[in-house]
């Protein structure tokens, strides 16, 4: 019995299926790819190139997009500080629910602060959480604008946006780091690559 939290007189149940028996059954490993940078770095590109590799190589995974995210289990937050460490509390907390499931984790979210990423690495089992860092220049990432909120956020009409008026934190030791090559982005099959010869190399895409 013990307190967590605000719960009190609780449990934790064990059941005779486990991880690795999910493992089994679906020949890869659980675990969770956490892509974090800038608006408009590409996140979701490498999530979704990511997620079609993979599905055509049989192994199943799952995307938790920050934007979608904000549009059910998140809508309750906003951008400040404190909202957006609530936000990746509740994905860091999804995506070991999904890694514990057996399936690969594609979580893609800004995840600003290096302390909440930190806090999410944390709840997983050494190794399995995989943080990709999208290294695009701010300049990039505000030419490619595609939603149009760089040009808001100049102009003042949003607020404590990431990378203009609002903090962002890089990685101090990613496991995968995506960066331009001669000043060229390498294209979004290329990035998905990065990701899956690492799970291959890992030992990930096996049970
Ligand atoms: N103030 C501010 N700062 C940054 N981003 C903003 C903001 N307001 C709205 N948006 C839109 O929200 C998307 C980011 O959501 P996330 O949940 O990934 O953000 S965070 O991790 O909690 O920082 C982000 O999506 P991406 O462009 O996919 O990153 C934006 O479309
Ligand atoms: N590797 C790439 N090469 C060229 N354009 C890209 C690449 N990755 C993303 N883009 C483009 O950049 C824009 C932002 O990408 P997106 O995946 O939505 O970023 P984020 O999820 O980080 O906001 C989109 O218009 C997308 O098509």
């Not at 979704?48 to 059910?72: A, F, Q, V």
Request: net charge neutral; hydrophobic share 35%.
């Amino acid at each position: 019995m013990s307190s967590v939290g605000k719960s009190t007189n609780i449990f934790w149940q064990e059941c005779s299926v486990g991880k690795s028996d999910r493992e089994k059954l679906l020949k890869q490993k659980g675990c969770v790819v956490w892509i974090t940078g800038l608006s408009g770095s590409g996140k979701s590109t490498l999530a979704c190139t990511l997620g079609r590799e993979l599905h055509n190589r049989g192994k199943l995974s799952y995307i938790l997009d920050g934007d979608n995210l904000r549009h059910g289990l998140n809508k309750d937050l906003g951008f400040k500080a404190e909202d957006r460490a609530e936000n990746i509390r509740r994905v860091g907390e999804v995506a070991k629910l999904f890694a514990d499931a057996g399936l690969i984790c594609i979580a893609s979210l800004i995840s600003p602060y290096r302390k909440d990423r930190d806090s999410c690495r944390a709840l997983l089992s050494d190794k399995s959480f995989i943080e990709v860092y999208m290294n695009m220049p701010l300049d990039l990432c505000e030419s490619r604008d595609p939603k149009g909120l760089y040009k808001l956020a100049r102009a003042g009409k949003i607020k404590g946006f990431t990378g203009i008026d609002d903090p962002y934190e890089p990685p101090l030791n990613c496991e995968i780091e995506i960066q331009q090559q001669d000043g060229i982005c390498p294209s979004p099959c290329v990035m998905a690559g990065q990701v899956v010869t690492y799970l291959e190399e890992k030992g990930f895409l096996h049970a």
